[in-house]
């Protein structure tokens, strides 16, 4: 009995080998936040490893695209655009429900945009399938208006959501198209005070 104690005791480690090993883990865990951790996910990249393992890009777009989604929510929660926060609401009874669905076969493209009178509002959201589009949400008046503005757009977006509170008399909408390989469906769904939702020629 007494030999298997000494036994036992000769096994476990002494306390300065536990300090050692916590030490060493200790600095491993330092090294593997400063150089991969960081770039990674912040886009912070001190040592320049992350740049040369392609780290650091990926944390940036990562960080932009977080700061982008806040300031949509803080837009959202103000319940007004950022870009026509000064721009008068007008609401009528006319509320309008529509899904549409739809199929781009590569290097296709398709528009779909709501009739509006100036001052109306439409609620939106729309998400894809089979991987991200281009986009422009915009608005033109009417035949011989010439008026145009365009509200949003982005690159191998997969889904949006948000409000269009119209410019002008005219149509206001989406126009996207897939630069994939593959086909890509998208699913729209509006709610708002517009006269019609059409696809454009």
Known sequence: MINTKKQLQKELPSDSQ??????????????????????????????????????????????????????????????IPSNIQDKKLIQTNDIKEDVIQLILRPNDATEIKLEMRKGLLARYSWVTKGGGLNYNLHGDGYRGSKKSVTYKKGRMVESDSGEIIADFDGYHGWFWRNR??????????????????????
């Open 18 to 79: 536990l300090l050692k090993s916590s030490t060493v883990a200790t600095l491993v865990w330092l090294v593997i936040c400063v150089c991969i951790v960081l770039p990674a996910e912040y886009g912070i990249d001190p040592t320049g490893l992350g740049k040369i393992l392609d780290l650091t890009e990926m944390g940036q777009i990562k960080t932009k695209l977080m700061n982008e989604a806040n300031d949509e929510k803080l837009d959202l929660e103000q319940n």
């Open 180 to 201: 994939n390989s593959e086909d890509v469906t998208v699913i729209l769904k509006t709610e708002g005070d517009y006269i019609q939702i059409k696809k454009m020629k």
